[in-house]
């Protein structure tokens, strides 16, 4: 590995982010790794330190698969993102596709197969686990969803919608989903719409139904 790498890994389970870091500050190359346990720890770490690469859970006690890069990103706009799942979930791995992180990875993986995903980010490319293989195929302009609609109901929204839905799901009312959003309570409520008349439900509680079958919450 090519010296100089700094590594965040963003993770609320203490053991393992602990046990990880110390595996990365052994490594020959690694500069420098850090933990964070929550979200914010993450940016307010990110806002006073350069890190090359972020490995972060895609959920977090203070943080969604939706809003977690963009948090990152806004701190540091320079840090290549990783995704680091406790196991394969097709909802998480829309969303990296769709936030355009730079790889997806299972707690599964070997810390090897972990450290060539590093190597890879920081040579511009995308480092997408095998597991994904079969829902993600990788063109000249990044990785791309391939799950058809159909076998993928909640593929049928938009990202934001599905942020909208997220919310919702978790027993907020329109007025705290706007203000969690920073959106108007009418943009709320035009999302919730939309998102009916696409998965074809006419009562919220069946939009939050569809939500919790299709593994939004899980």
Known sequence: MVPGRR??????????????????????????AVAAGTVREAVDVLKANDFDVVFTAPRMPDGTP?????RI????????ILILDEEFSLLHVRAAVQLQVYGYWTKR??????????????????AYCPC??????????????IVPPDRDLLGRLTHRELEVLFH??????LRECAE???????????????????????????????????????
């Open 132 to 145: 994904t293989n079969a829902v993600v195929r990788m063109t000249p302009r990044g990785p791309m969803f």
């Open 73 to 80: 990103r806004a701190a540091r706009e320079s840090a290549r």
């Open 180 to 218: 969690e959003l920073q959106l108007s309570t009418s943009t709320v409520d035009n999302h919730k719409t939309h998102m009916m008349r696409k998965l074809g439900v006419k009562r919220t509680v069946e939009l939050i139904s569809v939500a919790y079958r299709n593994g939004l919450l899980d």
């Open 109 to 126: 993986a070997e810390f090897e197969h972990l450290m060539t995903a590093v190597e890879r980010v920081m040579d511009g490319r995308y």
């Open 66 to 70: 939706f809003d977690i890069p963009r």
């Open 168 to 173: 919702l799901a978790r027993g907020k009312t």
């Open 7 to 32: 590594i965040l890994f963003v993770d609320s389970q203490t053991l393992f982010r602990e046990a990880v870091t110390a595996l990365c500050r052994e490594r020959p190359g690694v500069d420098e």
